[in-house]
Nanobody, 115 residues
């Protein structure tokens, strides 16, 4: 069983930065794709950023140029560096580990951006 634990969320003013971390248990992290998703109140969960096991990255259009996803396989951790934050970035952020048809989710971390 894989467990994912997110951290790094909080309250920040518009224009500020936060760095989210997601630590994974187990031994499959390095061969898994990882994604960051977010869900704002009353909205559907959406993909924010994704990184394959080989390091290929993709971003939602709304965060491209502001957010950066990275991974450290030695630490079984994926990061989301968020810069130039906007109030519309306010949401619960979740990480997801993907291996074949298996998906594992973290519990989420709240990010609130004040105007």
């Amino acid at each position: 069983q894989v467990q994912l634990v997110e951290s790094g969320g909080g309250l920040v003013q518009a224009g500020g930065s936060l760095r989210l971390s997601c630590a994974a248990s187990g031994s499959i992290f390095s061969i898994s794709a990882m994604g960051w998703f977010r869900q704002a109140t009353g909205k559907q969960r959406e993909m924010v950023a994704h990184i394959t096991a080989g390091g290929i990255k993709n971003y939602a259009h709304s965060v491209k140029g502001r957010f950066t996803i990275s991974r450290d396989n030695a630490k079984n951790t994926v990061y989301l560096q968020m810069n130039s934050l906007k109030p519309e970035d306010t949401a619960v952020y979740y990480c997801r580990l993907e291996l074949g048809t298996y998906y594992y989710w973290g519990q989420g971390t709240q990010v609130t951006v004040s105007s």
